[in-house]
């Protein structure tokens, strides 16, 4: 992307923009991005084909530098399902292709002594579904510590599922992080997490996209 808004991305980053042929920006991307970058908490409400998550891959690369960095998890993202974490996985890969970035994908049908080894020897960022992030957490499967940003893919179908509880149960043991959720859609759910984690967030919404 060569706007104004995305020019000091790092340089592993602006090549795999560049080998993606992804040049410009979605209007939420513009408005996302810049938010994004700054550390602040953020809500993203756009429908399908906004950029939402191009918009969030590219925040998540960013943030972590391109680079691995020791062993425990700096990026947890929810998806609603084990489709979503595959298809989340793909994405994210293509843009990783040149970077020691490690990506990691668990959801409820894999053996979690499996997973918990794997993640144990080292992942940069952690694609899973709710309900096996719980699992993993309560058998001490992940280590939250280095923790940089923890996201919520498809947010309005997570808290309509009633995946709450789980979701505060392990922000509840963050330090300091920074949280990101994205949604097609405001759902009243939502702004409760800001009585929770969600402090101080700023949100962009886009109804619609362009033509």
Known sequence: MSACHLKKLNAPLKEALERLE??????FQKKSISKIKSGANFYG?????AGKTTAMIISTIQKLKSEAYMDAPRALIYVKDKESALALEEKFKAFTRYMDLRIYCAYDEQNIDHQKDDIYYGMDIVIATPSRINKLFSITGIHLGELQLLILEDAEILVKRSFNQDIYRITQSINKCQYLVFAESWDARLEKLQDTFMTNAVKVTIKETSS
């Not at 409400?45 to 084909?49: K, N, Q, R, T, Y």
């Open 22 to 27: 992804i040049v410009t920006p979605t209007p």
């Open 45 to 49: 409400i756009a429908p399908e084909g």
